[in-house]
């Protein structure tokens, strides 16, 4: 007799995510929302803990993305015990928490975002993933997993696990670096730095069929945020912050993390669990600002390797300040050059290798705020404790919630220029869809499922009707 | 002259002290049973039940720390039910209290973490409570985590037998049973802790920790207990 199996629901996939499309009286979209319906609450279950125990606490906020919490974390930390760390330990930690980079950002590109450009945005939903990908260009999608494959063993080797790496610890590393783990990784770098520029080539080609996406994909003025180093070169582990205008004029330089309160405000809306930040100054929502790889290549003065000050330049030829956040996937592929080359030049450096890489301390300090550049953006850990180091308040901005109201005015931008008939077509969820995957928003903080998100986008007339529903699961 | 037992062990005959505990001879007799309040130099307390064995004639499992070997005694160790009681006290150990490993000091280096591993407790199958416990960190070097602490009292006991301070104790019945140092004051202020550490060692979990461990660093050295007792009642100073 035949048997069925049913798994209902699908469930490990992360973050959760819908639309609401508002239309007016002639059926025009008037306005649109990107509703983040989870709630984590990381920072109220720290509350009462330990402040070592936070870096592997908080690096449990995300499984793809891990490291750049733990080092936020880890930087709050080292505040916390007011200490210097050893050189060594904060290279170890720049070297990771590029491998990080690398990893994060080919997978957001090939495994999310490419089948869209290979295939093309109206394609068969069932073809446009990377099994997709696998058949139509295999050593396209195969580029992809060797590319990410080398950012998560990087992790793995520097920091003791792929996933979750315990080895970032409160005043720097808790292993040096081994002779034989730094010859293994400079070995394969050269390979994965030709993976690198081979794809940013392909993608080149491949962006001129997207005219009308660039122009619609979220483009639009907005200020970018973003650490920078002392000469405004691109940063990701420490720095200071960097804020500049649409047009690129520079509203505020090197601006201390630890008072990042005195510029950023955090807005809330009834629709959205995913906070609202906005630069004070400005007030809300005027002062939207973009974080991520785009602003990061839009507001530092360069990278500072080769390569990735080459395809830098290319890039910023297009025009001053790049606006539209389609350019977000070929900021990635610079940053994944650039990732490489920083690696390497970290590597070589025997500083790196120094067996001192951990500095010891109780609480000196009652507060300590952290920030480093994450994939996604600029990431801000703020913690308060007690005189015996027990957690009493954190306060958590994370990347993806910089982006938020971009992120809305992105969706609003595509519905009206997309969205034409009260009828909703494949073709126009999956550039809704691709909108936001341009930003790779990590929701909870991630909304990665292979080749979709689970997304529902509901289309209501002026009176607040449900005219129609899609769902994606 | 000692008196020499005779008792059957899973079906061999084998001979024992007369003053012998049953697990004595079962460890003797290299059978891995698990246990967790158990700790050898430390006075017995029969209370974590992990190492519960069933007697011939006896109407329930008994525990082999606290059992004494009898002559003729007949015992089986790893029967089905007792392998089921084992599972079902780790679970309830695990559903009572806040055992999170991922993010544990001594994740990879915990007793009721191997104790699971080993007896297959892959899912746990009663409500997590979830209780709302503190930790106390007043004192300089130590911390005290309630939620990960279990009451196996190894604390208390190495504390009174061993180092003679007798700080540790234990407060309040049933589901609020807690740790206490000194009568229920912070641990910092107590003036009976000599902060010899002897009871962040012992403790099977991550409940006492070495203050500014982080995940899965803290290791813990048991065989001090040993080298003290022998000294002090052989005079061997060996280790």
Same mark, same amino acid.
């Given at each position: 007799?035949?048997?069925?199996?049913?798994?209902?629901?699908?469930?490990?996939?992360?973050?959760?995510?819908?639309?609401?499309?508002?239309?007016?009286?002639?059926?025009?979209? /008037?306005?649109?929302?990107?509703?983040?319906?989870?709630?984590?609450?990381?920072?109220?279950?720290?509350?009462?803990?330990?402040? @070592?125990?936070?870096?592997?606490?908080?690096?449990?906020?995300?499984?793809?993305?891990?490291?750049?919490?733990?080092?936020?974390?880890?930087?709050?930390?080292?505040?916390?015990?007011?200490?210097?760390?050893?050189?060594?330990?904060?290279?170890?930690?720049?070297?990771?928490?590029?491998?990080?980079?690398?990893?994060?950002?080919?997978?957001?590109?090939?495994?999310?975002?490419?089948?869209?450009?290979?295939?093309?945005?109206?394609?068969? $939903?069932?073809?446009?993933?990377?099994?997709?990908? %696998?058949?139509?260009?295999?050593?396209?999608?195969?580029?992809?997993?060797?590319?990410?494959?080398?950012?998560?063993?990087?992790?793995?080797?520097?920091?003791?696990? /792929?996933?979750?790496?315990?080895? !970032?610890?409160?005043?720097?590393?808790?292993?040096?670096?081994?002779?034989?783990?730094?010859?293994?990784?400079?070995?394969?770098?050269?390979?994965?730095?030709?993976?690198?520029?081979?794809?940013?080539?392909?993608?080149?080609?491949?962006?001129?069929?997207?005219?009308?996406?660039?122009?619609?994909?979220?483009?639009?003025?907005?200020?970018?945020?973003?650490?920078?180093?002392?000469?405004?070169?691109?940063?990701?582990?420490?720095?200071?912050?960097?804020?500049?205008?649409?047009?690129?004029?520079?509203?505020?330089?090197?601006?201390?993390?630890?008072?990042?309160?005195?510029? !950023?405000?955090?807005?809330?809306?009834?629709?959205?669990?995913?906070?609202?930040?906005?630069?004070?100054?400005?007030?809300? $929502?005027?002062?939207?600002?973009?974080?991520?790889?785009?602003?990061?290549?839009?507001?530092?003065?360069?990278?500072?390797?080769?390569?990735?000050? /080459?395809?830098?330049?290319?890039?910023?030829?297009?025009?001053?300040?790049?606006?539209?956040?389609?350019?977000?996937?070929?900021?990635?592929?610079?940053?994944?050059?650039?990732?490489?080359?920083?690696?390497?030049?970290?590597?070589?450096?025997?500083?790196?290798?120094?067996?001192? #890489?951990?500095?010891?301390?109780?609480?000196?300090?009652?507060?300590?705020?952290?920030?480093?550049?994450?994939?996604?953006?600029?990431?801000?850990?703020?913690?308060?404790?007690?005189?015996?180091?027990?957690?009493?308040?954190?306060?958590?901005? !994370?990347?993806?919630?910089?982006?938020?109201?971009?992120?809305?005015?992105?969706?609003?931008?595509?519905?009206?220029?997309?969205?034409?008939?009260?009828?909703?077509?494949?073709?126009?969820?999956?550039?809704?869809?691709?909108?936001?995957?341009?930003?790779?928003?990590?929701?909870?903080?991630?909304?990665?499922?292979?080749?979709?998100?689970?997304?529902? !986008?509901?289309?209501?007339?002026?009176?607040?009707?449900?005219?129609?529903?899609?769902?994606?699961? | 002259?000692?008196?020499?037992?005779?008792?059957?062990?899973?079906?061999?005959?084998?001979?024992?002290?007369?003053?012998?505990?049953?697990?004595?001879?079962?460890?003797?007799?290299?059978?891995?049973?698990?246990?967790?309040?158990?700790?050898?130099?430390? @006075?017995?307390?029969?209370?974590?039940?992990?190492?519960?064995?069933?007697?011939?004639?006896?109407?329930?499992?008994?525990?082999?720390?606290?059992?004494?070997?009898?002559?003729?005694?007949?015992?089986?160790?790893?029967?089905?039910? %007792?392998?089921?009681? /084992?599972?079902?006290?780790?679970?309830?150990?695990?559903?009572?209290?806040?055992?999170?490993?991922?993010?544990?000091?001594?994740?990879?280096?915990?007793?009721?973490?191997?104790?699971?591993?080993?007896?297959?407790?892959?899912?746990?199958?009663?409500?997590?409570?979830?209780?709302?416990?503190?930790?106390?960190?007043?004192?300089?070097?130590?911390?005290?985590?309630?939620?990960?602490?279990?009451?196996?009292?190894?604390?208390?006991?190495?504390?009174?037998? #061993?180092?003679?301070?007798?700080?540790?104790?234990?407060?309040?019945?049933?589901?609020?049973?807690?740790?206490?140092?000194?009568?229920?004051?912070?641990?910092?202020?107590?003036?009976?802790?000599? @902060?010899?550490?002897?009871?962040?060692?012992?403790?099977?979990?991550?409940?006492?920790?070495?203050?500014?461990?982080?995940?899965?660093?803290?290791?813990?050295?048991?065989?001090?207990?040993?080298?003290?007792?022998?000294?002090?009642?052989?005079?061997?100073?060996?280790?």
């Amino acid at each position: 007799m035949a048997q069925t199996i049913v798994i209902d629901p699908v469930t490990r996939i992360e973050g959760h995510s819908r639309i609401t499309i508002f239309l007016d009286e002639h059926g025009e979209v /008037r306005d649109a929302q990107f509703h983040v319906t989870q709630l984590r609450g990381f920072e109220k279950m720290c509350e009462g803990r330990p402040f @070592s125990e936070m870096p592997a606490l908080m690096a449990r906020i995300c499984g793809i993305c891990p490291v750049s919490h733990l080092v936020a974390s880890a930087k709050a930390c080292d505040a916390l015990m007011a200490v210097q760390i050893p050189t060594a330990g904060a290279n170890l930690r720049r070297i990771v928490n590029l491998g990080q980079l690398v990893q994060s950002h080919a997978l957001a590109f090939f495994h999310l975002a490419a089948p869209d450009f290979l295939m093309g945005m109206d394609a068969d $939903p069932a073809q446009r993933n990377i099994v997709g990908m %696998l058949a139509a260009r295999p050593e396209l999608a195969r580029d992809g997993v060797r590319l990410r494959q080398f950012g998560q063993q990087i992790i793995e080797w520097i920091g003791g696990k /792929r996933i979750h790496p315990p080895n !970032i610890v409160p005043g720097g590393m808790s292993q040096p670096l081994t002779a034989e783990t730094r010859d293994r990784i400079l070995d394969e770098l050269p390979a994965a730095l030709t993976i690198a520029e081979r794809t940013l080539a392909w993608f080149r080609e491949q962006t001129a069929r997207f005219a009308e996406e660039v122009r619609h994909f979220g483009s639009f003025p907005t200020m970018f945020l973003g650490l920078v180093g002392p000469d405004g070169e691109i940063e990701h582990y420490d720095g200071r912050l960097r804020i500049i205008s649409s047009e690129g004029a520079v509203i505020g330089d090197q601006l201390h993390p630890r008072d990042y309160q005195d510029y !950023i405000g955090e807005a809330v809306e009834p629709y959205s669990y995913l906070k609202f930040p906005y630069y004070k100054p400005l007030g809300y $929502p005027v002062g939207a600002y973009r974080v991520g790889p785009l602003a990061r290549l839009n507001l530092a003065a360069r990278c500072g390797t080769p390569k990735a000050d /080459r395809a830098r330049a290319i890039f910023r030829q297009k025009e001053g300040v790049l606006r539209s956040s389609f350019y977000y996937h070929e900021a990635r592929l610079i940053e994944i050059l650039y990732g490489l080359e920083k690696i390497q030049q970290l590597l070589e450096d025997p500083a790196t290798s120094d067996e001192h #890489v951990r500095a010891f301390a109780g609480p000196n300090s009652q507060e300590g705020v952290g920030v480093s550049e994450a994939p996604r953006g600029t990431l801000i850990h703020h913690y308060k404790i007690d005189d015996d180091g027990l957690m009493v308040w954190a306060n958590l901005i !994370i990347a993806t919630g910089h982006n938020n109201l971009a992120m809305n005015q992105s969706v609003q931008q595509v519905a009206k220029h997309f969205v034409k008939s009260q009828a909703l077509t494949e073709g126009m969820l999956n550039r809704v869809e691709a909108v936001i995957r341009a930003y790779d928003p990590c929701l909870s903080c991630s909304t990665h499922a292979v080749g979709q998100m689970r997304l529902a !986008i509901d289309l209501r007339g002026p009176d607040g009707e449900l005219l129609d529903s899609v769902k994606r699961e | 002259m000692e008196t020499v037992v005779t008792l059957t062990l899973n079906g061999e005959m084998v001979s024992a002290r007369a003053d012998q505990t049953l697990l004595d001879v079962i460890r003797e007799q290299k059978i891995d049973l698990p246990t967790l309040c158990h700790m050898q130099g430390l @006075s017995e307390r029969g209370g974590c039940r992990l190492c519960v064995v069933e007697v011939q004639g006896a109407p329930r499992p008994m525990a082999a720390c606290v059992t004494p070997v009898t002559e003729g005694m007949v015992v089986r160790t790893h029967t089905p039910e %007792l392998e089921h009681q /084992r599972r079902l006290v780790v679970e309830l150990l695990l559903a009572e209290r806040n055992h999170v490993c991922a993010v544990c000091v001594v994740n990879g280096h915990c007793d009721l973490q191997w104790a699971a591993a080993k007896l297959g407790v892959a899912s746990v199958r009663y409500e997590y409570l979830h209780p709302d416990l503190t930790m106390d960190a007043s004192h300089a070097r130590f911390v005290l985590d309630h939620n990960r602490c279990i009451l196996c009292t190894r604390c208390v006991r190495v504390c009174d037998e #061993v180092e003679g301070a007798h700080t540790w104790d234990i407060a309040g019945r049933g589901i609020k049973t807690r740790v206490i140092t000194d009568l229920s004051r912070p641990w910092g202020d107590s003036p009976s802790c000599t @902060s010899c550490g002897k009871c962040v060692q012992v403790c099977p979990t991550g409940a006492l920790f070495e203050k500014g461990a982080t995940v899965a660093e803290m290791t813990k050295e048991r065989d001090f207990v040993g080298w003290i007792i022998r000294g002090r009642t052989k005079r061997e100073w060996t280790w």
